[in-house]
């Protein structure tokens, strides 16, 4: 007991210093990149899509087959943090070299790519070694309980961040990251994350303990394409949900600070995204007790379905409460599918192949981030403006295509659910007539 203890002491520990490095940088590189680098809507995403199609490509075929045949977890996270500290301070220095605002932008997309190759060794890591510590029915809280206190430092990231922005209202906008501030602080704390993790058994396949018979188990090739049809089936579910959940979030905070539209200031700013973070540090716990009520599908659905609602809030909202509120169904929906979602795969995953096949599962959420925002929400912002279209009316189109594309989503995950269901029964049906 006092093992365990100390080991989710220090994995929370390395949680609350990432999320608090993410709501420090991320909160505000789009308003950066957008109103005083002079880039376009679709080209902000670039900072998302890029780094994010790197980190899922090494994971896959580069990290997650190196972590397979090593069984190296934590190995893998300190390592890439490490690298990624230093790649951070470099994106800074080489992006103030040009003297055109635009090329600046795009060294910035670009570095911050180069540095998600050595990121990705630190995701994969993550992804695997959670499975590997706590067996199926522990997973879903243990989850819930990182998102509670990763949410703490997100808050503390994305309020440190408004203030740093424009250096406590005492410089311009966009000071914080222009004159490097925010990269080094981003950067440091990347370093000091590591050291807990210096704590944390190293991971792998325990094949004495709750991975022992799923390892030694003998493989049933039917019953292997089963699994992998309704593995795929729930991916491409999740890919709908994620990325019409996460394709504005880049873009939002654009759309809140637009002039035409709320006009909000880099430090209210921060009070509207913590809102976000309050309901991740909430329902982190309380996803814990849903997990032993509810299965891991009703769950996810649940999450789904608010996830919608916190988009449709965006495009009815013409005052700030409704933003504040929606912002926070959109925290609860992250905690909801993050934790549900990835229990659900960890039963579908074998143990012997989890550094590949969570590459694939990571894959729907990490490409979210950008991509979506890259071929859809961008697109028909800019589209929209061009012709002739408000800004602000253009933004809420982006909004309700991306709730279309999580109820599309929402389907797809009801008939894996049904695929799953069928296969046990027929697994049972065969059992009994032995």
Known sequence: MKLRLSTFFNISSFQILAMFRRGLFYSYLSIYLRFFLGLSVTETTLFATLPMVLNIVFQRYVWGTISDKYQRRRTLIILGEVLAAIGTVFVWYFHTLPNSKLAAGYVIIVGLSLVEIFWSMSNI?????????????????????????????????????????????????????????????????????????????????????????????????????????????????????NFGR???????????????????????????????????????????????????????????????????????????PLIFISNF????????????????????????????????????FFLSWGVAGTLVAGPIADLLMKAGASQVLAYKISFLSSAVLVVIGAVILFYADRMKRRTIYLESSISSRR
């Open 125 to 241: 890591g993550w992804s695997a070694i959670i499975s590997d510590l706590y067996p199926e029915e522990e997973r879903t809280g243990v989850q819930g309980r990182l998102s509670s206190i990763g949410a703490l430092g997100r808050i503390a990231g994305v309020w440190v961040g408004g203030l740093a922005y424009d250096g406590l209202a005492q410089h311009y906008e966009g000071w914080g990251f222009n004159q490097g501030f925010l990269f080094f602080v981003a950067s440091g704390v990347m370093l000091i994350s590591t050291i807990p993790m210096f704590f944390v058994p190293e991971g792998g396949i325990n094949t004495a303990g709750p991975d022992k018979e799923a390892v030694n188990k003998p493989k049933d090739e039917t019953r292997q394409a089963q699994i992998s049809r309704v593995f795929l089936v729930f991916l491409l579910a999740m890919i709908f949900i």
């Open 246 to 320: 996460n394709s504005i979030a880049v873009i939002k905070s654009q759309y809140l600070s637009l002039d035409q539209g709320f006009n909000v200031s880099s430090n209210l700013l921060s009070y509207i995204v913590n809102m976000e973070s309050l309901a991740i540090f909430i329902m982190g716990f309380l996803v814990t007790r849903l997990a032993r009520r509810y299965s891991d599908v009703i769950l996810l659905l649940a999450g789904t379905c608010c996830a919608i609602l916190s988009l449709v809030g965006f495009v009815l909202a013409s005052e700030l």
């Open 329 to 364: 169904l959109a925290g609860v929906s992250m905690v909801v599918i993050l934790s549900s979602s990835y229990s659900y795969a960890s039963r579908l995953i074998p143990p012997q192949h989890r550094g590949k096949q969570f590459a694939w599962f990571n894959a729907t």
